[in-house]
C-alpha cells in the first residue's frame, strides 16, 4: 500500500499569519477509507519510548476507533499502533483509561530518565 498523495499548497492563517502545508488527500474521503484497514505495525505500550522518538498519542472511541484521516496520518509518518495487554478477551479499558495508561507510562519514563541523570551528575 502506498500513500495517496494529494495536492500540496500552503495556506496562511489569517488570525495569526502563521504558513501551514495543506494536503488535499485528507480531505478525499473516498480515498481514506483505504487506511481503515491500512497495515500498521503495533507494540506493546510499555515498549513505546517516549523520551527519545517524537510521538502523538491518538485516542479513538470505543466503538469506531480513529478516524481513517487519523490513520492515514499514522500511515504517513511509519507510526504504530499500541496496544495495552488485559487480563481476558472480553476485558476492555475505555479511551480516557487507555490514555491515561499511556501517560502514567510517559510520566514513569520521564522519572527514570531524569533520576538517572541526577545520579550521574553526583
Known amino acids: 500500500m502506498t500513500s495517496n498523495d494529494g495536492e500540496e499548497y500552503t495556506e496562511v492563517d489569517e488570525d495569526t499569519g502563521e504558513r501551514f502545508i495543506v494536503d488535499d488527500a485528507y480531505l478525499d474521503e473516498e480515498s481514506l477509507q483505504q487506511y481503515h484497514h491500512a497495515p500498521i505495525g503495533s507494540i506493546d505500550c510499555f515498549d513505546v519510548e517516549f ?3 517524537g510521538v502523538t498519542l491518538l485516542v479513538g472511541g470505543d466503538r469506531q476507533g ?3 484521516c487519523a490513520l ?3 500511515f504517513d509518518r511509519g507510526g ?3 496496544s495495552l495487554p488485559v487480563c481476558s478477551d472480553r476485558d476492555k479499558l ?3 483509561v487507555s490514555a ?3 501517560m ?3 510520566k514513569r519514563q520521564f522519572l527514570l530518565q531524569q533520576q538517572k541523570f541526577q545520579e550521574e551528575s553526583y
Do not use: E
Request: hydrophobic share 50%.
Open 51 to 53: 523520551l527519545s522518538n
Open 66 to 68: 480513529i478516524s481513517d
Open 72 to 74: 492515514k496520518l499514522v
Open 80 to 82: 504504530q499502533r499500541w
Open 94 to 96: 475505555s479511551p480516557a
Open 100 to 102: 491515561s495508561v499511556a
Open 104 to 106: 502514567f507510562n510517559f
